[in-house]
Each structure stands twice: as structure tokens, then as C-alpha cells.
């Protein structure tokens, strides 16, 4: 046995993804939740599969649903902050639209077990998950403004609302096939900026989007 972090000791050594005991449980319980169903998961299986006794679980988290919260809490932290310093730079909406598309679709693709399915979860309708709703409905606003200030003469009535869906169908495309194209981050924006009207090449904005992530994540 070896001891890592607060509790007990484990009873097996390390075999989850993660740099500390709390990123092992999250490693563990998105693969159960993903795989095998949030309702069929208790803590007990959860810590079985990272190696753990049960009480050493609840050192990191007090229940299940803490835990469903915070690997909610991964897929929005990052596209939503990315979202809130775009509203404030000077790009123009076209870019900075294709900019947080193209971050978004990515680390939806990008993680190691298809989080973003469990938004479908009826569980996440309760009061417990209220602030992942709000913070959800933030960054669909910041899509869908971003969205109309873009949205061409020849974009159907109403498109500024189908940007941040299509975004999120490549949830879809990984329940489906088990892996989302590698292009899809591309194709996404892409075709996110077609449905709104903008018919010309994308290139141009392609590459002005990729330089404003660049700049901003330095």
C-alpha cells in the first residue's frame, strides 16, 4: 500500500490518469460516468477504480454529484473565461466568433473521456447544478452575440442562435463513432461562419482567429 495525499493509505499503487489524488477520482469517475451511466456509478466503484477505500474519497469530495460538478466545471471554465476576455478585445466579431468556436470544439474533442455528454444527464435539471446552468447560459450568450454582429444579409432568421448547438454537436459526433474527426475543429468554425451567411473564403479569418488565440494564451 502506498500513501498519497490525505486518508488512508491506497490500497494498490497509482494507475489513474492525474497528478493528484483528486485528478485520479475525476479520471475515474468520467470514465464511469461516460461509459457505464451517472446513475449506475456509485463512490464505491468510483473509488475501486482508482484503487482507493471509499473514505479516502470523501477527503476530495463529500458526495457524488461534487464530483459530477466539478468535471462539469472543466469542460466550461475554459471556453467561458476565453469568451469573456474576447467580448473585450477590439478583433473583429467575425474572428473573435471563430476564435472561441475553434477553442471550444477542440477541448471538447481533446479530453481523454467525452465529458460534454453528460450534459444531457436529466440529473443536472435539480437545483445542485444550478451554477453550471447559469455559466452554460453565459457562454451561449457570448456565442449568440458574437453570432449576430456576424450574421450576413443571406443568414436564415434567427441563425445567431445555431452557432453555439453546432458547436456542440461534436458531442455527438463522439457518442456516435467514439472519436470526433481531427478536423473538426476547423470544419466547425468553418461552417458556423457559412450558416450565418459569410459564403467567401474562410481562410483569412482562420488564421487571424488561430493568431488572437496565440497572442492571448501568451
Excluded at 473509488?47 to 473514505?55: F, K, L, P, S, W
Excluded at 472543466?74 to 467561458?80: K, S, Y
Excluded at 469568451?83 to 477590439?90: G, H, I, T, V
Amino acid at each position: 500500500m502506498t500513501q498519497l495525499g490525505p486518508g488512508r493509505p491506497r490500497l494498490e499503487p497509482r494507475r489513474r490518469h492525474g497528478p493528484t489524488p483528486r485528478a485520479e477520482i475525476l479520471d475515474a469517475a468520467a470514465e464511469l460516468f461516460t461509459t457505464r451511466g451517472y446513475a449506475s456509478t456509485s463512490t464505491r466503484s468510483i473509488a475501486d477504480a482508482v484503487g482507493i477505500r471509499q473514505a479516502s474519497l470523501y477527503h476530495h469530495f463529500a458526495a457524488k454529484d461534487d464530483i459530477l460538478d466539478a468535471l462539469l466545471d472543466e469542460t466550461i471554465t475554459g471556453p467561458l473565461e476565453l469568451a469573456r476576455r474576447l467580448r473585450a478585445d477590439p478583433a473583429p466579431p467575425a474572428v473573435r466568433l471563430y476564435a472561441l468556436a475553434r477553442f471550444d470544439v477542440h477541448q471538447l474533442c481533446a479530453g481523454r473521456w467525452n465529458l460534454g455528454a453528460l450534459y444531457l444527464l436529466p440529473e443536472l435539471r435539480a437545483q445542485r447544478f444550478e451554477g453550471f446552468r447559469r455559466r452554460r447560459d453565459e457562454l451561449r450568450g457570448h456565442y449568440e452575440e458574437l453570432a449576430a454582429a456576424v450574421a450576413a444579409g443571406s443568414a436564415p432568421p434567427q441563425a445567431w442562435v445555431l452557432p453555439f448547438r453546432l458547436v456542440e454537436s461534436v458531442i455527438n459526433m463522439r457518442s456516435d463513432d467514439g472519436v470526433a474527426p481531427a478536423s473538426a475543429p476547423r470544419l466547425i468554425p468553418d461552417a458556423v461562419l457559412y450558416l450565418l451567411g459569410r459564403h467567401d473564403d474562410p481562410a483569412e479569418i482562420r488564421a487571424a482567429a488561430e493568431d488572437l488565440l496565440a497572442r492571448l494564451e501568451s
